[in-house]
């Protein structure tokens, strides 16, 4: 698919199709991560993806924003060190890995949402995350149930002349 | 150009060609932006793109780390409310939209590479900030210097099997 079709397709997507994603195409959406910048390249950040049925049920009942990860066919989670000082570097970072993901996805016709989950005892107790360590947020994926991704979809967003200005605000 | 290409070709350009965008492609680069998803859709965003060379050169000396931002064809300005409140929310999102911006850049043959640039008085007088906005950083925009995007070149990036974990920690 080309970049500008991918790009104009990646819309959120929460519901999805009973399929797997094959693990060649798992692990090159979790690819597009690796290779994701990162502040100072420091790399500070880890990708748990769960495939196992029971595990993303467990993910799914962790806050009532994760619902669709339930149904998705694979689900990453963001995990950085626990550092408050850090943290907005860190979002920034995951915010820039989770693009690139999803964008990696839409060229393999998979869509992806993001749940927030906070960072409560039973997540770290769901991802098995050591001291020191938390989870950002999970990032689910699996074919659309919808209908294909598509980069005539309109999304709702404000119109470019007003995002856009010029040499100055 | 296809989208796993682009994604593997991407690397922070900090040296640019003196060759200007054209106008369209620049405008396609901040369309990618336009459509980044944000935090409950709430686009709390804008853009100041910088093509004036006068300018970019006051950019530029705003901070050590934006040198690059002078010798560039253009500079994004991401603006977000001055809310400390949302700041983690709007630094993912910042790194969603820049990572969109940087993917339609590089399909298009152009590079990118971010810049720190804080919050000072300086930066809020070059671009013209209204009270209770700020830039959370700055993107750089060029032709690269070194040679074109190629997704055979190898980055810094911590191995695929100690970035992923499966199921768990």
Chains 1, 2 share one sequence.
Request: with cysteine.
């Amino acid at each position: 698919m080309q970049t500008w079709t991918a790009i104009r397709a990646r819309r959120h997507v929460r519901s999805y199709q009973d399929r797997p994603i094959a693990p060649a195409d798992l692990d090159q959406i979790l690819e597009a991560g690796r290779v994701a910048p990162s502040w100072s390249n420091k790399q500070a950040r880890d990708f748990v993806v769960v495939t196992d049925r029971d595990r993303l049920a467990e993910l799914a009942s962790v806050s009532p924003a994760a619902g669709h990860v339930r149904g998705s066919a694979a689900a990453v989670g963001f995990v950085v060190p626990d550092d408050d000082a850090m943290i907005v570097q860190y979002a920034y970072d995951a915010g820039q890995a989770t693009m690139l993901m999803a964008i990696a996805a839409v060229a393999l016709g998979i869509g992806s949402a993001p749940a927030e989950i906070g960072n409560g005892e039973k997540l770290r107790t769901v991802l098995c995350l050591p001291a020191g360590q938390r989870c950002l947020h999970v990032l689910a994926f699996g074919y659309p149930a919808d209908g294909p991704l598509d980069p005539t979809t309109k999304l709702h967003r404000r119109p470019f002349d007003q995002v856009v200005h010029r040499d100055r605000w």
